[in-house]
C-alpha cells in the first residue's frame, strides 16, 4: 500500500501534487506568520516616531512606569494639552478622531499590544528602578508608527535577563529565578 | 504509625532544615468562629464559589476554614475552640516531592510552598498528601456571574478548570509591600502589611509576620506563649502556631 503510494508520487503528476500540497502549507503559515507581525487596528493613528521625535519622555506618557506595575496609556486630556494649540490639529484626518473623542469625553479604546497573560506578574516600577531602559524590553520606539510588540514576552526572555543580572549574587538568583516571583 | 526509627529520621530532619520566613500565629481562645477571614480570604485570592450541589460532593472551595470538633459523649458535649486551618507553609512540605509536573515547589525567596497554577496538570496527588487537607481543586470553571468578575483582584490569577490551588500566605501583599519599600529605600516592617484573613479578624486573633526576625510581632508570640504546630510529628515543619486554654 505505501509503497503503491510512494511510486505515484515519484511520477510527474505526483510531484506536482507534492509541490502544491508544500505551497499551500507554506502560505498558510507565512500569512500566519504575517498577521503576528502586523501593529493592530488603532482607534487612532498615533504615531511614537513624531512624538518621541520632539524629545517628549517615555514617562511623560507613560507615568506608571516609574511608580508601578502597569505604565499605563495617555487619556485624552493629556494629548489635548498640547493638541489643542496646534494648528494642524483642525485640519489632519489622523487628529480628527482624537477631537471626536475630546468633544465626547468618551475613553479612547486602544487595543493592547504589550501584554504577559494574566498569570504572569509583571511589574515596571522595579525594572525602571534598575535602571532598564523601555528599549531593552519595547525596542526602539523612535522608529515606531503605531505601536507593536518586537519580542513575545515569553519566560526565557524573562529569565535570560534575570539570571544574567543576578550574577554571581545567590539571594537575587533565588529572587529572580523564583517561580513565585512572577506566577501568583 | 510511627515506629521509633521513624521518629529518628523526623529528628533528624527538624535539625537541618532551616526555619522559615513568614508565619503566623493563631490564637484559638478568642476566635469566635465568625468567618470573617473564610469570606475576606475568598475576595482577596479570587477563590470561586462553588455553589451547594458541588459543596455536597466535598468539592468546596477554601484557602481558610474554621474547623470545629467535639469532646465527650452526648449529651455532655464540649466544643473545642474553633480553629481556623490553612496552608501551613511547611517548611518541609509532602505535597512537594509528590507532584509529577513540579508545579508546586518550595520558593528559596519567601520560604512558602508555591502553586504556580499554570504549570499544574491537576493530577491531585499534591491534596491527597496532604496532612492538613487544605488545598482545593478547581473541578469546574466556576460561573461568576456580573457584575461579580468586577471586584477580581488583579493582582491574584484566576483560577481555571483543573488546577489545584491553596493559600499563598497572600504573596501578592508580600510583593507589594516589599516592593513600596523598596521604593522608598527601606525594609518592610513589621506590621506594615498583613493578610486578607489577618486583616478581617475583629478579634484580631490571627498574627502575620517574620519568623526569622526576633524582633517581630509573631515571634515575640511564639517565644511567650505555649503554642502547638499542629502534626508537627509528621515532620513537616510547619510555619504557623496556635495558641489554645491560656
Same mark, same amino acid.
Given at each position: ?7 505515484? !508520487? ?29 501593529? $493592530?487596528?488603532? $482607534? ?45 490639529? +483642525? ?23 504589550? +501584554? ?56 537575587? !538568583? ?11 | ?10 529528628? /533528624? ?29 475568598? *475576595?482577596?485570592? @479570587? ?13 468546596? *472551595? ?16 464540649? *466544643? ?48 491527597? @498528601? ?22 477580581? @483582584? ?76 499542629? /502534626? ?6 510547619? @510555619? ?7
Amino acid at each position: 500500500m505505501i509503497k503503491r503510494l510512494f511510486d505515484w !508520487l515519484k511520477q510527474p503528476l505526483g510531484l506536482i501534487a507534492v509541490g502544491i500540497v508544500f505551497l499551500a502549507v507554506f502560505s498558510v503559515a507565512a500569512y500566519g506568520l504575517y498577521t503576528t507581525q502586523q501593529s $493592530p487596528a488603532q $482607534p487612532i493613528q498615533f504615531p511614537h516616531k513624531t512624538h518621541v521625535a520632539f524629545g517628549i519622555q517615555c514617562l511623560y506618557c507613560h507615568p506608571g512606569a516609574a511608580k508601578g506595575p502597569s505604565a499605563g496609556i495617555p487619556s485624552q486630556a493629556k494629548c489635548w494639552a498640547c493638541h489643542q494649540q496646534i494648528a494642524k490639529t +483642525q485640519t489632519s484626518v489622523l487628529l480628527a478622531p482624537l477631537k471626536e473623542h475630546v468633544e465626547s469625553g468618551t475613553p479612547i479604546e486602544w487595543v493592547p499590544v504589550a +501584554q504577559v497573560p494574566d498569570f504572569v506578574q509583571f511589574n515596571h516600577r522595579a525594572h525602571v528602578a534598575a535602571g532598564q531602559n523601555c528599549e531593552n524590553c519595547h525596542g526602539d520606539m523612535t522608529t515606531q508608527t503605531i505601536a507593536e510588540n518586537p519580542q513575545v514576552f515569553n519566560m526565557g526572555f524573562c529569565l535570560d535577563c534575570h539570571i544574567k543580572s543576578a550574577g554571581e549574587d545567590q539571594a537575587k !538568583l533565588n529572587k529572580l529565578a523564583d517561580c513565585g516571583t512572577c506566577h501568583y | 504509625m510511627a515506629t521509633v526509627t521513624d521518629l529518628k529520621i523526623t529528628e /533528624l530532619k527538624l535539625s537541618e532544615a532551616e526555619g522559615g520566613k513568614w508565619g503566623m500565629v493563631i490564637d484559638q481562645d478568642i476566635c469566635t468562629g465568625c468567618q470573617a477571614c473564610v469570606a475576606a480570604c475568598a *475576595m482577596e485570592n @479570587n477563590v470561586s464559589f462553588v455553589g451547594d450541589v458541588d459543596s455536597g460532593y466535598g468539592r468546596s *472551595m477554601h484557602w481558610i476554614r474554621i474547623e470545629r470538633f467535639w469532646e465527650g459523649e452526648y449529651p455532655e458535649v464540649k *466544643m473545642t475552640p474553633n480553629q481556623p486551618m490553612m496552608c501551613q507553609q511547611c517548611g518541609s512540605a509532602t505535597c512537594e516531592p509528590v507532584c509529577p509536573a513540579f508545579a508546586t515547589v518550595h520558593s528559596q525567596a519567601e520560604q512558602l510552598n508555591l502553586q504556580v497554577y499554570n504549570r499544574c496538570v491537576g493530577t491531585r496527588y499534591c491534596a491527597n @498528601n496532604c496532612p492538613y487537607q487544605v488545598r482545593s481543586f478547581n473541578w469546574r470553571d466556576y460561573e461568576r456571574p456580573e457584575p461579580l468578575p468586577n471586584q477580581l @483582584n488583579p493582582d491574584v490569577t484566576v483560577r481555571t478548570r483543573g488546577v489545584m490551588e491553596k493559600c499563598t500566605f497572600c504573596i501578592q501583599r508580600i510583593h507589594k509591600a516589599q516592593d513600596n519599600a523598596k521604593a522608598e529605600g527601606r525594609e518592610v516592617v513589621d506590621g506594615e502589611f498583613t493578610t486578607a484573613c489577618a486583616q478581617a479578624c475583629p478579634a484580631s486573633a490571627i498574627t502575620f509576620g517574620r519568623v526569622d526576625d526576633s524582633e517581630s510581632l509573631v515571634s515575640q508570640l511564639i517565644k511567650h506563649g505555649h503554642g502547638v504546630k499542629h /502534626l508537627e510529628e509528621l515532620g513537616t515543619l510547619p @510555619n504557623v502556631t496556635y495558641f489554645k486554654g491560656g
